[in-house]
């Protein structure tokens, strides 16, 4: 009984113990809280409402255009001058509403232009970083466009669109679309030659994959560029997607000031039928000869032939309609606002874009004419006439060239229908530029 008596007079001086420094550990900290919050009381307190508008008011996005802050950076992680901080971005939004406008008022490709210029809005809102490593369009470039996945999945969607059966009715269109790369080649000699005068200063990769643009096919210029000029991605793909975009502003003139109104108005024969067995096996011959000749060119040619052999078996109908449709829109939703996150004021506006634009215009305007020259110097030899004006197709603007040189055709003669005519070289200069994109890789890499 004794010890039983012991035990519990032991169990309730331990708990009143723990009891007592609970209690001080509870008391302990009730004063440290009341401290902070004190202290937190204080902070507020001794913070003037009028300090805290005037801290409001310099977030605002017109503050930072007109008093622009030294603490931002630029997407790449550089410094920016404060030209690019505030009036260059006041240019840069201008000249996005003008994509707006085209793209809207004028319908000229507003699938391409919209996402781009808004993509293009929003790099260039102020303290936001959206463009940045960090923000959604920076994350947007980042996983489609610098690892070259958005134009692989682009030329899958336009093979599942595209038809080979003009070109296969007509084989000699393939020389239009062959002629139309010349405006790649000849202006990898002019940024060269231009390089050499201390014009400018581009390595022969960099010039390269500037020349591409003149194919105007963006998905080649994004893999030429990850490939040979990295550094130049962003320039190249805005310049090569503004004049795909720009197609049915550029190429009329030059397509009217060589041809003359009786050329314009040659009335091309009636497509012979291509049988499915053509169709089938002409995208498997076309990337057994890539593989062959040029496996640098298999990664876009297999892509594109991939697409079109799906669409001509006629048993997958499904993945058919997905790449023709779903995936082709979401992909082109994402890469239009990847590229234009390189409309930013800092990255646009400098020397070495708008010498990649100029260039970039002159290789299309090239590729324009050189078609065209084509289709007459063919128009010499005895056989079926071609109508010069579907030589400007053969820059590979899928299926916009082709329209526009039906376009510019029907101004002439409402009845004259070369849409379909022109599909054949349009398709073939899809795969001259792939090809040229392929040769240029393996030489200069």
Known sequence: MKNIVIKLLASLMLFAFAFSANAAASEHATTEQQVSSTHKEENYQSKPFSEMITGFL???????????????????????????????????????????????????????????????????????????????????????????????????????????????????????????????????????????????????????????????????????????????????????????????????????????????KIKMSTLRHVSRLEKLIFPILVLVLAILVLPESTPLIGAFMFGNFLKESGVVERLNDTLQNALINITTIFLGLGVGSKLAADQFLVPETMFIMVLGIVAFSVGTAAGVLMAKIMNLFPGHKINPLIGSAGVSAVPMAARVSNKVGMEYDRTNMLLMHAMGPNVAGVIGSAVAAGVLISLFQ
């Open 58 to 264: 310099e977030s605002t996005g017109i503050v930072a255009l007109v008093n622009p802050r030294e603490d931002e950076m630029s997407a790449t992680g550089q410094p920016m001058s404060d030209f690019h901080k505030g009036l260059g971005r006041v240019i840069m939004i201008l000249v996005t509403f003008l994509l707006f406008w085209l793209a809207i008022a004028k319908g000229f490709e507003p699938l391409l232009l919209l996402p781009i210029a808004f993509g293009g809005l929003l790099a260039n809102i102020p303290v936001a970083g959206i463009a940045g490593d960090h923000g959604f369009l920076g994350v947007i470039y980042q996983m489609g466009l610098s690892n070259e996945m958005f134009p692989i999945i682009i030329f899958m969607g336009v093979g599942a669109m595209t038809d080979f059966g003009p070109l296969l009715s007509n084989p000699k269109t393939a020389l239009l679309g062959g002629a139309a790369q010349f405006g790649i080649f000849g202006t990898l000699v002019g940024a060269v030659a231009l390089s050499q005068a201390s014009l400018v200063d581009f390595t022969l990769q960099q010039a390269s994959a500037i020349s591409i643009i003149g194919g105007a096919d963006g998905p080649t210029s994004i893999f030429i560029a990850t490939k040979l000029a990295p550094e130049l991605l962003g320039a190249i793909a805005v310049a090569s997607y503004s004049y795909m975009a720009m197609v049915p502003i550029i190429q009329p003139p030059i397509m009217k000031a060589l041809t003359s109104e009786a050329e314009r």
